[in-house]
């Protein structure tokens, strides 16, 4: 008599202690959580530095040509409009930064935990 008892409550306990855990496993905690970000706009319509790099490269190149002669000529052209290029792209990067309008916003976005 006892051991169908046993084996009865067994089951019992399986069958239900099993979906107790599954249903507290399936709770989701999240919070929120907000920071303050510091936004730029750039007050130009030239985003991509177009123009500075442009006319770095037509420098560079320019003063790349003064240097050698025959197959170094070519070289130091193209070697001084590729790095006249970077250094325009640079200094407008720069100028538009500080030409900047930064703004603080408040962003907020859910987080388990």
């Known amino acids: 008599m006892k051991t169908p008892v046993v084996f009865t409550a067994a089951i ?36 991509h530095r177009v123009a500075g790099t442009a006319i770095g490269a037509v420098a560079g190149g320019v003063l790349g040509n003064q240097v050698g002669g025959g197959k170094g000529k070519t070289l130091a052209t ?25 703004t603080t916003e408040r962003r907020c976005h859910e987080e388990d935990y």
């Open 12 to 47: 019992i306990l399986t069958t239900y202690g099993g979906a107790s855990l599954a249903q507290t496993d399936s709770v989701r905690h999240t919070r929120t959580v907000c920071e303050n970000v510091q936004v730029k706009q750039v007050n130009s319509s030239d985003t």
């Open 78 to 102: 193209v070697g001084g409009a590729v790095a006249g290029g970077v250094v325009g792209n640079q200094v407008q990067k720069n100028h538009q930064d500080n030409n900047a309008t930064y």
